[in-house]
């Protein structure tokens, strides 16, 4: 058989199930093959492939990959390759090349059309970039595939010139897949009990669950947390691992997350972090000050993010998350009652929209937005926050998941355009029976407006949220506070191209509401947000709207910047507010 055939025909075996791809001349055989024994996607640009891919993985039982032809297909991929790479996400890319004969020799820069060494380019942001010169039988295939999903999850490159997607090969039918998964490093039965101890003698810990989490496990961390009573938080990556209705959930601390929580978890003596790696946008730019009073437990399968130097880990062990959460919650833990009541005043004294922005009489507040969005959103429904600015903080920081809520970003590289594709990504991955919920900003959401067309074609129940405010928020901010309003790139009087959104969308026949205050409550809104289908609102942002509270940074006389430690945010609580907590170091 077509040696083509035989890699499709074994992806299908390994439980692939779609690829998403932009057709190329360098993939022509692996193209139609893959038709025949998996789904096709096609997309209007590579990106969009990989991002899809992501967030397809992240909420489905199969798997996808993506398909890119040489050259600009590769080139056009890197930043979803990045994105996962820095995310730990599982992704396969397989890229086409040019024939073997037409490979550039060692000191030549091309001999093939739109011949790029794809495997040196992708090599420092992938588990393994491979070009293969010849068949390789099903069992070496394999191991290279499932490093994607092994140990630290990452992306995976396998490049196949033309001439080898097209060889004559015997049909290799000795391999069989294994049936069971290869088992990671567990902590060890005296670590977990030393781990228990040093919780049960705290008086004020906290369990903080990362993406690291399987999503696969979270109906039995459920009920073992509330039968154990665990004062839990999460990471924005696990913000869908624990549902905000468990009365123990303490929120997300993060640089830009919800006071309260920064709060709490500066007060805390032990902090067990479990699948995260506890990286800058969780500690704070000023890590030292993380956790002062605590303790920290690291649970990383990773042990060079254990050894990192930020913050300063007293305790860490590179093992399966997963594993030991399961059985830390198994074990006798103690009650933290006094520890929860104060944490439950903390939340209750501080409320999650501040009465410290600025929003315009003519715009919808994008706290109030956040907030009735919530309330109108089902448990069964996918939420899309988009990479960065204020429709990812915002939603990121306010939005309580419901139990059985997806919430899925991509925030460590937190690249604007990430949202449409990744939406249409995760809706494809739950079959399209699920309402996905995209917000994003339309800086953003311009980035890869033109999948678009990908969405309205596949006939995708994809509800979009464009956070209308001329331009880059967190930009404009920026500028605002360092340059004294010296503005430049970052909205339409500054020169940024952005389009009329009612025309745009009527390129592919599709109706747009704006959407004002009240909107909650609009019968054409509800119609629209509750019909299955792909439908698009337009939130009308103030581009003067403030975003407070938040971490304050100053430029010191040596020109480097210096933050705040997380709970001391802008503006700060009165001393009345402190004094009622009973806090005396924010």
């Known amino acids: 058989m077509k040696y083509s055939d035989q890699l499709a025909k074994f992806l299908k075996n390994l439980g692939y199930s779609h690829f998403f791809y932009v057709g190329g001349g360098n993939i022509m055989h692996l193209t139609e093959s893959m038709s025949r024994y998996l789904t096709g996607i096609p997309v209007i640009h590579e990106v969009a492939a990989g991002i899809a891919v992501e967030y397809f ?9 993506a398909l890119v032809t040489a050259g600009p297909g590769l080139t056009n991929i890197i ?6 790479w820095l995310e730990s996400r599982e992704l396969l890319i397989i890229g086409g090349q040019v024939k073997t004969t037409d490979l550039m020799g060692e000191r030549m820069r091309s001999r093939g059309i739109q011949e790029i060494d794809g495997v040196s380019l992708v090599s420092s942001t992938t588990k393994l970039s491979k070009r293969l010169l010849h068949p390789i039988s099903s069992k070496d295939f394999y191991d290279i595939v499932k490093k994607s999903w092994s140990n630290r999850k990452g992306p995976v490159f396998i490049e196949i010139p033309l001439d080898i997607q097209a060889i004559e090969v015997e049909e290799d039918k000795k391999f069989v897949v294994p049936k069971n998964k290869e088992q990671l490093k567990i902590i060890d039965k005296s670590d ?3 781990i228990v101890e040093m919780f049960n003698q705290s008086n004020n810990p906290i369990l903080l669950i990362g993406g690291g989490v399987n999503y696969s496990i979270v109906k039995k961390i459920r009920t073992l947390l509330i039968e154990k009573k665990v004062p839990v938080m999460t990471t924005y990556n696990g913000a869908d691992r624990v549902d905000s209705g468990n009365i123990f959930y303490l929120g997300r601390p993060n640089t830009w997350g919800q006071r309260a929580s920064n709060i709490i ?15 800058l946008q969780q500690t704070g730019f000023n890590w030292q000050e993380f956790g002062r009073k605590a303790k920290i437990i690291q649970i990383d399968i990773d042990k060079y993010e254990l050894s990192k130097g930020h913050p300063i880990v007293d305790y860490g062990f590179p093992v399966d998350a997963n594993n030991f959460l399961l059985r830390f919650l198994q074990e006798d833990l103690e009650h933290k009652d006094s520890w929860l009541e104060f944490s439950r005043n903390v939340i209750n004294s501080i409320p999650r929209k501040e009465d410290v922005n600025n929003t315009g009489k ?3 507040s994008p706290y109030d937005f956040v907030l009735e969005l919530e309330k109108l959103s089902k448990a069964s429904d996918i939420i899309i926050t988009c990479s960065s600015g204020s429709g990812f903080t915002l939603t990121m920081s306010l939005f309580k998941a419901k139990n059985g809520q997806r919430i899925i970003t991509n925030k460590s590289l937190a690249s604007m355009g990430y949202g449409l594709s990744g939406a249409i990504g995760a809706c494809i991955g739950a079959g399209n029976k699920r309402r996905t919920i995209l917000i994003e900003g339309d800086g953003g959401f311009a980035q890869n407006l033109q999948e678009i067309g990908t969405a309205n074609i596949n006939k995708l129940n994809i509800k979009i949220f ?17 340059f004294n309003g010296k503005y430049l ?18 390129a592919w026949n599709l109706e747009c509401i704006e959407i004002n205050k009240g909107f909650f409550s609009s019968k054409e809104f509800l119609q629209a947000f509750n019909s299955k289908g792909l439908s698009v609102f337009i939130v009308r942002i103030d581009p003067e709207q403030t975003y407070f509270p938040k971490i304050s940074s100053r430029i010191t006389s040596t020109g480097n910047m210096e933050s705040n430690p997380i709970d001391k945010m802008t503006p700060e609580l009165s001393s009345d507010v402190l004094a009622k ?4 170091n924010v």
């Open 489 to 506: 790139g970052c909205d339409i009087n500054s020169g940024l191209g952005l389009p009329n959104w009612k025309k745009l969308f009527k």
């Open 466 to 482: 464009i956070f209308d405010d001329c331009g880059h928020a967190s930009i404009r901010m920026t500028q605002k506070n360092y």
């Open 57 to 65: 993985n992240e909420v489905s039982d199969r798997k996808a990959l």
């Open 265 to 279: 978890i500066q007060e805390s003596d032990l902090i067990l972090a479990v699948g995260t790696r506890l990286g």
């Open 192 to 194: 977990l009990c030393s």
């Open 79 to 84: 930043t979803a390759i990045s994105g996962s």
């Open 581 to 584: 907590l009973n806090i005396n």
């Open 362 to 364: 003519d715009y919808i």
